[in-house]
């Protein structure tokens, strides 16, 4: 994201035109970026190590930007692995969804 200082152009014609539309109560917008990075095998605290570094040293102009964070998600591969290891987990007693969810 741009740094705080800074001024988004992008950011005051979006809030713009959220007013001429009327949708109102919003008293700021800023306008970023986004990179998806995929990896194979788990996310441990090394690799998230690494994103952190790759994110601040690479990916941003940290003159003019900050990092605001870092999302890290599953594929649906590896959730479908999750829930067969689970279920096998669970197979001779009866798999018992967490509360919340549906099976």
Same mark, same amino acid.
């Given at each position: 994201?741009?740094?705080?200082?800074?001024?988004?152009?992008?950011?005051?014609?979006?809030?713009?035109?959220?007013?001429?539309?009327?949708?109102?109560?919003?008293?700021?917008?800023?306008?970023?970026?986004?990179? @998806? &990075?995929?990896?194979?095998?788990?996310?441990?605290? %090394?690799?998230? +190590?690494?994103?952190?570094?790759? $994110?601040?040293?690479?990916?941003?102009?940290?003159?003019?930007?900050?990092?605001?964070?870092?999302?890290?998600?599953?594929?649906?591969? @590896? &959730?479908?692995?999750?829930?067969?290891?689970?279920? %096998?987990?669970? +197979?001779?007693?009866?798999?018992? $969804?967490?509360?919340?969810?549906?099976?």
């Amino acid at each position: 994201m741009p740094k705080a200082e800074l001024l988004d152009p992008q950011g005051k014609a979006v809030a713009g035109a959220l007013a001429r539309t009327g949708r109102t109560g919003f008293t700021g917008v800023r306008i970023g970026k986004r990179f @998806e &990075l995929t990896v194979d095998g788990p996310v441990d605290d %090394a690799l998230k +190590a690494q994103v952190q570094q790759i $994110a601040e040293e690479i990916l941003s102009n940290s003159v003019i930007e900050d990092v605001v964070g870092i999302h890290y998600e599953q594929s649906n591969v @590896e &959730l479908a692995e999750e829930a067969a290891h689970a279920a %096998a987990e669970h +197979a001779d007693t009866g798999y018992v $969804a967490p509360a919340g969810e549906t099976h």
